[in-house]
C-alpha cells in the first residue's frame, strides 16, 4: 500500500530544463528557504519525510526528486545523470520556487552536489549540511574494493551484488535488499529498510546503471572543499557505506562542524530522525537567525502543571483521560492540565471545558491516517502504525518544543505511542515526571500475515523490551488499565519472554478505567419513547466504520421484520456525516453524542466495533451488545477479545457474518433475547489510577 504522506505540500509543480521535466514540492510559506537535496536516484525525494513536517513548521522547505526517480523524468544514458545535471536541476527548482537563497541539506551522493552548487553560486548558499557524505575525499571501505562494478564475477555474496551484470539479470531485487540492509545496519530497521526497497523498485536496473556509470566523471573532491559557508557534517561511526573518515576529513577541509552518531549507519535522519531534525533546527537558525521571544519563569513561581497527551484513536481514551484527570484534582487541587490532542479528542475537550494546548493545531493528525489507510471494515493495525512513522516522529518533535518551552512536572501518555517510543530513543530529552498508560501490551501477527509478519513483530517487542530494561528511568510510572488476567496469554516473540508475565512485572495496574458510574439509564431522560426496544448502534471515533454502518442499515428491515416494535439509532461519531449514510424506516441517524455512553446504558441492544472502551462500557452498563472486530486489527482481534471473554461480555460476528442481512437480523433478534450474565466492572478505576499518578506531583 502507498503511503499517505503527513503533509500535503503548499506548492507543487515541474519545471522543465533541457526537456527534462523534475518533480518539485514546497511545504511551509514563513522563514528561511531550506533545500533537502534529491540523492542517489534510486530513492525519490520522500527519503526526507521524516524531515519535512517538523521542518516545514519553522522554514520553507522544498524538496525535489532527483532525475530517475518520484514525479521526475527517466532519461536514458550516463550523461544524464552526472554531478553537473543535479546541480543545474537544484538552481533551476531554486529559480522556478524563486528562492533567492537557502539552507542546503544534503544526504550521501547529495552532498556533493550541494558543495558544487555553493561553488557555482555562494551567494545562494546561506549553509549546507552533509549527511553520510560520499565525496571521495576518503577510499571505498575495504570490504567494497575487491568487486567492480562492471566486471562479471562469479560470486554474487556480499558487496559482489553491487555489480551491472547482477543488477541486469535477475538479480536487482537480491542487491536492494543487500544494499539497504548495510544502509540501516542499526538493529531494529525494518521500516526503513522496507521503505527503501520499494522506492528502489521504481527506478529499475537499465536507469540505475546510468546513474552509476555516470559516477566516472565527477569534481576533483578537493575542490568542493573549498566552499566559504559556514558547513554541518553528520556521520554514523558504523556507516557501512561510506566511511566516517570522510565525513572527518570534510569537516576539517571545510572548517565545518562535525557530529558522530556512534552506533549509527549511513542515514541517521531516517533511523535518528529526532537527533537529526534538531541538529538541523539549531544549524538553520544559527545561519539564518531570527528574533526570539521567550519568557522564563523562576522556578517557585512555577505553577504546578500537568501535560496529558491523549491518544486520538477512538474517543474513549479521551473520557477515561478526564475522569482520570479529575480525580487527580482531587490530590492537587492547584494542578493545571494542559492537553496536547488532535481532533476528535480535542472536541471532548473543549466540551469537557479543558485547556488545550495552541500546539495541538500543529499536530498531524493520526485518524486522518487511519482512515487513508482502511479497507472496507479492514484495518491493518499493525502496519497501519508502521506507515505512520513520519506522523509519529514530527508529532514527536512538536512534543518535545512544548515541553522545552514550558516547564511540566509531570506528563502523562495514554497510549501516546510516539513520545514513549522516542523518549526511549532519546533519553536525553526527558526533564519531567513521566508516566505510560496503556490498556494493552504486545504487538501481534495476524495469521495471514505469515513469518515474516511474525518476524516483525516480534522485533517491534523486542526494541520495546530493550529499551524498557536499558532505560527504565524513563517512565516513573507505567500504568496498565486493567488487571493482570486481562492481559493476552501470548508471547512477545521466539526467545522472549510471555507478555503476562513481563507486564506482571513491568506494570502498575489501575483496573478498568470507564469514567462514569456504571448503571442502566432511563431512556426517556434522554428523549426516547419508554415503549419498544432500542438498538444504539456505534463506530467509535475515526471513520473507519463507515462500511458496518451501512451493513447494519441493510439488516434493519430483516431485523424489524422479526421484532417490530425494534427501533435503531446510529451514531455516526464525529467523523463521518449522517447525510452519507442512506434513511431507513425504523433508523435514526445521528452524528457525535457528547453522552453516547448514556445513549448506550439506555438501550436494549448495542452494534459497535471491536474498541475497548465501547465494548467494556456495555459490559459495566450490563447491555447486550454485539461486536464485529475490525478484520486485521489485532488489538480487536486478540487483546480486546480476551478481555471480552473474561467479562463473558458480548456477541462476536465476523465482518463477512455482519455483511449478511438475514444473518444479522437473526443474531440482533437472538441477543435481544440474552439476558446478561457479565463479570461486574470495577468503578473505581479512575481513583486508582489518579493515585498511582499523584505521588510524581
Not at 500500500?1 to 514546497?26: H, S, W
Not at 558504523?238 to 572527518?248: F, K, M, N
Not at 422479526?562 to 445521528?590: C, K, M, Q, W
Request: hydrophobic share 40%; with cysteine.
Amino acid at each position: 500500500m502507498t503511503q499517505r504522506p503527513a503533509l500535503t505540500p503548499d506548492l507543487q509543480g515541474t519545471v522543465e530544463r533541457d526537456g527534462m521535466t523534475i518533480g518539485y514540492a514546497v511545504h511551509g510559506t514563513e522563514g528561511p528557504a531550506v533545500l533537502l537535496l534529491p540523492t542517489w536516484s534510486i530513492v525519490p525525494s520522500r527519503m526526507w519525510k521524516a524531515q519535512v513536517p517538523y521542518l516545514s513548521r519553522r522554514y520553507r522547505v522544498i524538496t525535489f526528486d532527483g532525475r530517475g526517480s518520484g514525479q521526475s523524468d527517466r532519461p536514458v544514458g550516463p550523461d544524464a545523470y552526472n554531478d553537473s545535471q543535479f546541480v543545474a536541476d537544484a538552481l533551476a527548482v531554486l529559480d522556478a520556487t524563486e528562492t533567492e537563497s537557502c539552507v542546503l541539506v544534503g544526504f550521501s551522493r547529495g552532498c556533493p552536489w550541494a558543495l558544487q552548487l555553493a561553488l557555482e553560486q555562494p551567494e545562494r548558499v546561506l549553509g549546507i549540511v552533509c549527511i553520510g557524505p560520499a565525496t571521495r575525499l576518503a577510499p571505498k571501505l575495504e570490504e567494497r574494493t575487491q568487486w567492480t562494478f562492471h566486471q562479471r564475477h562469479e560470486s554474487t555474496e556480499g558487496w559482489a551484488k553491487y555489480n551491472r551484470y547482477h543488477w541486469l539479470e535477475g538479480g536487482y531485487d537480491d542487491f536492494l535488499e543487500y544494499f539497504f540492509a548495510q544502509l540501516f545496519n542499526e538493529p531494529h530497521s525494518t521500516k526503513q529498510i522496507e521503505d527503501c526497497i520499494g522506492w528502489g523498485g521504481e527506478i529499475g536496473p537499465e536507469r540505475l546503471v546510468d546513474t552509476e556509470l555516470a559516477r566516472e566523471v565527477h569534481q576533483p573532491p578537493e575542490l568542493l572543499t573549498k566552499v566559504t559557508c559556514p558547513v554541518l557534517v553528520i556521520h554514523g561511526e558504523q556507516d557501512a557505506i561510506r566511511p566516517h573518515l570522510e565525513g572527518v576529513m570534510l569537516a576539517e577541509a571545510t572548517g565545518g562542524s562535525l557530529v558522530t552518531v556512534e552506533g549509527g549507519g549511513h542515514a541517521p535522519h531516517a533511523r535518528d530522525p529526532v537527533m537529526v531534525n534538531r541538529l538541523l533546527r539549531d544549524f538553520i537558525d544559527r545561519v539564518a537567525p531570527r528574533p526570539v521571544r521567550r519568557t522564563w519563569v523562576r522556578a517557585m513561581s512555577r505553577p504546578k502543571r500537568a501535560l496529558y497527551l491523549s491518544s486520538p484513536i477512538g474517543l474513549g481514551h479521551a473520557r477515561r483521560d478526564l475522569a482520570i484527570a479529575q480525580e487527580l484534582r482531587t490530590h492537587h487541587p492547584d494542578l493545571q492540565i494542559d492537553w496536547l490532542a488532535q481532533h476528535p479528542v480535542t472536541r471532548v475537550l473543549d466540551d469537557a471545558g479543558e485547556t488545550v494546548h495552541p500546539a495541538s493545531s500543529y499536530l498531524c493528525n493520526e485518524s486522518t491516517h487511519i482512515e487513508y489507510d482502511a479497507g472496507e471494515h479492514d484495518l491493518h493495525a499493525f502496519q497501519t502504525i508502521r506507515r505512520m512513522d513520519e506522523v509519529l516522529v514530527a508529532n514527536f518533535l512538536t512534543f518535545a518544543d512544548v515541553v522545552a518551552e514550558r516547564p511540566y512536572d509531570l506528563v502523562i501518555g495514554d497510549e501516546a505511542w510516539e513520545v514513549d517510543y522516542f523518549l526511549h530513543e532519546n533519553p536525553e530529552l526527558k526533564r519531567f515526571a513521566y508516566a505510560w498508560m496503556t490498556d494493552f501490551v504486545g504487538w501481534l501477527p495476524m495469521p495471514d500475515g505469515g513469518d515474516r509478519e511474525a518476524r516483525l513483530t516480534a522485533d517491534y517487542n523486542a526494541e520495546m523490551i530493550e529499551h524498557r530494561a536499558r532505560f527504565g528511568r524513563v517512565r516513573d510510572r507505567s500504568v496498565f488499565v486493567g488487571d493482570p488476567d486481562d492481559i493476552v496469554d501470548a508471547s512477545f516473540g521466539p526467545g522472549l519472554p510471555g507478555i503476562r508475565e513481563w507486564t506482571e512485572r513491568n506494570f502498575d495496574f489501575a483496573g478498568y478505567v470507564t469514567g462514569f458510574v456504571p448503571e442502566r439509564v432511563d431512556r426517556t431522560t434522554l428523549g426516547y419513547p419508554a415503549d419498544g426496544l432500542l438498538c444504539v448502534v456505534t463506530v467509535g471515533g475515526s471513520g473507519v466504520g463507515s462500511s458496518l454502518l451501512h451493513r447494519v442499515l441493510d439488516a434493519i428491515p430483516a431485523a424489524r421484520r422479526l421484532v417490530p416494535e425494534l427501533n435503531f439509532v446510529v451514531v455516526t461519531g464525529p467523523r463521518i456525516d449522517p447525510n452519507s449514510l442512506p434513511s431507513i424506516p425504523g433508523a435514526t441517524l445521528r452524528g457525535y453524542l457528547p453522552d453516547l455512553h448514556r445513549h448506550l446504558a439506555a438501550a436494549d441492544l448495542a452494534i459497535t466495533q471491536g474498541g475497548l472502551t465501547t465494548c467494556m462500557e456495555l459490559t459495566a452498563a450490563r447491555v447486550p451488545f454485539i461486536y464485529v472486530p475490525l478484520q486485521h486489527h489485532f488489538e480487536q482481534n486478540f487483546h480486546v477479545a480476551a478481555r471480552l471473554d473474561r467479562y463473558n461480555a458480548g456477541h462476536r460476528l465476523t465482518y463477512a457474518e455482519a455483511s449478511d442481512p438475514t444473518h444479522l437480523a437473526e443474531t440482533i433478534a437472538k441477543a435481544l433475547n440474552t439476558e446478561p450474565d457479565y463479570r461486574p466492572v470495577e468503578s473505581d478505576g479512575a481513583a486508582r489510577a489518579a493515585r498511582l499518578l499523584a505521588d510524581l506531583l
